[in-house]
């Protein structure tokens, strides 16, 4: 199904009528805004230099932003007979994690136990631990808490929603990962995940709609969160939803050239894959008096042709740059985007055969390499022909194909590592060109440990929770996000209950 027919069922691009007003605000729980309005005031809810405050709509829940971290949000809220509200700025919804190659990495779901994969979450910590802390993770034990929810998240996902994934023996025997999850149809289809959660939130209750972006939280006499002010994206009409709880998982930031000149300065000539990721989220949080943090640490780049940067995960391929030379593992998402931009490489090719183009993720290969004829050549029936498509120096090919040869006799690579699929590439041989892309950041809004807003003093703000990439606790991938948003979901049911009691 094409995304557009996909979402257009929900009524995409439904605004919600402005005009007419609900009662006022109430606060409850928290600390109120250093940005309160004065007590003295009798306008009630009001935002600055805009029109006077009409809610049009009433929900227990406003999760801003429909990506997985969102939709996750909303599950508990939802199955807790609570009302909830899905508001998306573009007039898709999923967000960027409709587009994104759809690797989780996860250990422990049932799925990976039906399939003979034994190793728990807890079991696979160890060497996740490690990569986030090479990474620049500091905060290891909220990323362990993600982690070990991730196989939770997912079975939900299958239970309750009726997502669907690959079979993990289809590609783990072929030495793939035990720690990966893929979508139904493999690399780049997020649709067999975020379709069934999108009906299961719909079916449950969750209303929809695209076309807004969140200008500004909507604050009581007190200076407490009830609510959000949208503008819609086409005609900058307002939209005010009273919402007793406001969930932010707007994402990033790597879209924002501003946000990244300002804090990642070393990033902001390198071209960008994502549009949506404005951090408008992180904006308007610290504006509330949330706090931001370790938004300064550069993110890793990928590939342009994302679902190429992982292909190494499932098939033999080989990186080499302009000059025919191999210069990061194949085995890592981010490896060659990160090398070429500190190498000055300009770009990089990804060489592969058979093995890969005949595998599991034969789909990805076909679907990317169809959109991008004119990045690829090939196919070869020897390395001579290819180095004339690629317009290579031969002898430089020739000897990099002959080191890889030799690493692979030896079982090990010793130049950068690989483990997954350290095998000779067969002929017919192709190669597609690739250039390095920021699509995501670190850091974010400081949270407590069940997503909520946290100010200068460590105290949480009153009703505002956040999630995903929005946050600085994210550890940025699909899995991870989803997790931190049943996380947060979870923790807001739990405090409406919470609230409702003590009335």
Known sequence: MERRAFFKLIGAGAVIAAGGTIAAC????????????????????????????????EVDVLVVGSGIAGLSAAMAPLEAHRSVMIAEKLELLGGESYSATGVMHVSGSALQKQAGIATTAEQAWDERKQ????????????????????????????????AQFENPSDYVKAGSSEGVLLPKRGLGDMESVMTPLRDGLSAKGAAFSTGLRASAFVVDESGAVCGVRFRDVKTNAV?????????????????????????????????CYTTASMGEGQLLCAYLGGQLADMNKAAPLTSDLPQAAAWGLFGPVLIVDALGRRFAREDDLNAAADACVADDRGYWWTVFGKGL???????????????????????????EALVGGMGLPADALKATFDGYGALVDA???????????????????????????????????????????????????????????????SVEGLATNGAFGLIVGRAVAKALDERDAEK
């Not at 109430?26 to 935002?47: E, F, I, Q």
């Not at 905060?139 to 239970?159: G, H, I, M, Q, S």
């Not at 034969?362 to 991008?372: D, E, G, L, P």
Request: aromatic share 8%; glycine share 10%; hydrophobic share 40%.
């Open 357 to 383: 183009s005949s595998g599991a993720q034969a789909r990805s290969i076909a679907q990317v390499t169809t959109k991008n004829a004119k990045r690829m050549v090939g196919p070869f029936d020897d390395v």
């Open 239 to 271: 939209t005010d939803v009273r919402a007793r709880v406001v969930v932010v998982a707007t994402g990033g930031f790597a879209s924002s050239q501003p946000l990244v000149h300002a804090n990642v300065p070393s990033q902001e000539r390198i071209g």
């Open 26 to 57: 109430s606060s409850s729980g928290g600390m109120s805004s250093p940005l309160a309005p004065a007590a003295a005031t009798d306008a009630g809810p009001h935002v600055a230099d805009d029109p006077d405050v009409g809610f049009a709509s």
């Open 131 to 162: 990569e986030y802390a090479d990474a620049g993770v500091t905060d290891l034990d909220f990323a362990k808490r993600l982690f070990v929810t991730t196989p939770e998240w997912v079975d939900r996902l299958v239970d309750e929603y009726g």
């Open 411 to 473: 079982g090990k690579d010793a130049d950068f590592g690989r483990t997954a699929f350290l095998q000779k590439i067969e002929p017919p041989f192709y190669a597609l060109k690739q250039f390095p892309v920021r699509y995501k950041t670190r850091g974010g809004v400081r949270t407590d440990a069940d997503g909520r807003l946290l100010n200068a003093t460590g105290s949480a703000i009153a009703n505002v929770y956040c999630c995903g990439s929005v946050a600085a606790g």
